[in-house]
């Protein structure tokens, strides 16, 4: 059974970088399928971030793209998340997930497992 | 790119259907079959309950069903159950990138 941990500090200051790690267990990065960040600001909806492909190429929101970060390290078995200068618009639940490819069109489609989220709040 | 455009809520009585409807463009619901819906409770992590347009995970209810017709897509949940109050996001690819919808509030009365 495939579980992702976030981890991570939940208080962030203003103008900082947000690190986030996403810790897998019972599936191996190294071999396959895509690993995204999502995040969820309060009593607002889901945003895609960014997602990383077990090789190492990255697929960034264009909307985050100049300030977000996305690698893996297979030898800890665990993706991370880089978002710099940070504001009180960055203030949400943050989730990791696995997410599948769809082999006949080699493009990925739906993300699952999820992680639990970790909050992480922006504020001096 | 911008949010896919979901009803903010919806409602209905147990047994009764309901649709939630996820419109986008062609450049993303248009142009590929790669839609995927999720269930969030409150408090909780999203769920899938339909991936490629309209097919269901093992052990999600066959009350849920998915389908597409142009840029909508669609999500129907057959015999309301109390239980599936809650939280809905559609999902596509968008080329290399993937937009989520606003989500859509499901009252079940």
């Known amino acids: 059974q495939v579980q992702l941990q976030e981890s991570g500090p939940g208080l962030v200051k203003p103008s900082e970088t947000l690190s986030l790690t996403c810790a897998v267990s019972g599936y191996s990065i190294s071999s396959g399928y895509y690993w995204g960040w999502i995040r969820q600001p309060p009593g607002k909806g889901l945003e895609w971030i960014g997602s990383?492909?077990?090789?190492?190429?990255?697929y960034y929101n264009p909307s985050l793209k100049s300030r977000v970060t996305i690698s893996v390290d297979t030898s800890k078995n665990q993706f991370s998340l880089k978002l710099s200068s940070v504001t009180a618009a960055d203030t949400a639940v943050y989730y990791c997930?696995?997410?599948?490819?769809?082999?006949?069109?080699?493009?990925?489609?739906?993300?699952?497992?999820w992680g639990q989220g970790t909050l992480v709040t922006v504020s001096s | 790119q911008s949010a896919l455009t979901q009803p903010a809520s919806v409602s209905g009585s147990p047994g009764q259907s309901i649709t939630i409807s996820c419109t986008g463009t062609s450049s993303d619901v248009g142009s590929y079959n790669l839609v995927s819906w999720y269930q969030q409770h409150p408090g909780k992590a999203p769920k899938l309950m339909i991936y490629?347009?309209?097919k269901r995970p093992s052990g999600v209810s066959n009350r849920f069903s998915g389908s597409k017709s142009g840029n909508t897509a669609s999500l129907t949940i057959s015999g309301l159950q109390a239980e599936d109050e809650a939280d809905y996001y559609c999902?596509?690819?968008?080329?290399?990138?993937?937009?989520f919808g606003g989500g859509t509030k499901l009252t079940v009365l």
């Open positions: 990383i492909y077990h090789s190492g190429s990255t």
């Open positions: 490629e347009v309209s």
């Open positions: 999902c596509s690819y968008a080329g290399s990138s993937r937009v």
């Open positions: 997930a696995r997410e599948s490819i769809v082999v006949v069109v080699a493009a990925p489609d739906w993300f699952d497992p």
